[in-house]
């Protein structure tokens, strides 16, 4: 499944590189360039990104789904309890 950007976010990321070219490594690089190597990126890496945060993703649901049980869980046959004193049979 190929990582698809919107092209506001594309746009973002095309000037977001370019800019770094310039301040980290004094270097110009054309937007042409920035897209290409965009989507180098997106190909080539960001597949191991998706699926790294698809398993900490199900890391984490499996862990809350193991807590559920603890969370939401109610004592059953609770109203002799909760009333706090045992009543006596009415006659």
């Not at 109203?79 to 049979?89: E, K, L, T």
């Given at each position: 499944m190929p990582i698809e950007l919107p092209k506001e976010l594309r746009d973002q990321a095309v000037r977001s590189i370019e800019r770094y070219f310039q301040e980290e490594r004094e270097e110009r690089?054309?937007?042409?360039?920035?897209?290409?190597?965009?989507?180098?990126?997106?190909?080539e890496i960001g597949p191991t990104v998706y699926n790294r945060a698809v398993a900490d993703v199900q890391e984490r649901?499996?862990?809350?789904?193991?807590?559920?049980?603890?969370?939401?869980?109610?004592?059953?046959?609770?109203?002799?309890?909760?009333?706090?004193?045992?009543?006596?049979p009415r006659r």
């Amino acid at each position: 499944m190929p990582i698809e950007l919107p092209k506001e976010l594309r746009d973002q990321a095309v000037r977001s590189i370019e800019r770094y070219f310039q301040e980290e490594r004094e270097e110009r690089i054309g937007n042409l360039a920035a897209a290409s190597l965009l989507n180098f990126f997106l190909q080539e890496i960001g597949p191991t990104v998706y699926n790294r945060a698809v398993a900490d993703v199900q890391e984490r649901l499996q862990a809350r789904v193991a807590e559920l049980d603890l969370e939401v869980h109610e004592e059953e046959f609770g109203y002799w309890r909760q009333a706090g004193v045992a009543r006596s049979p009415r006659r």
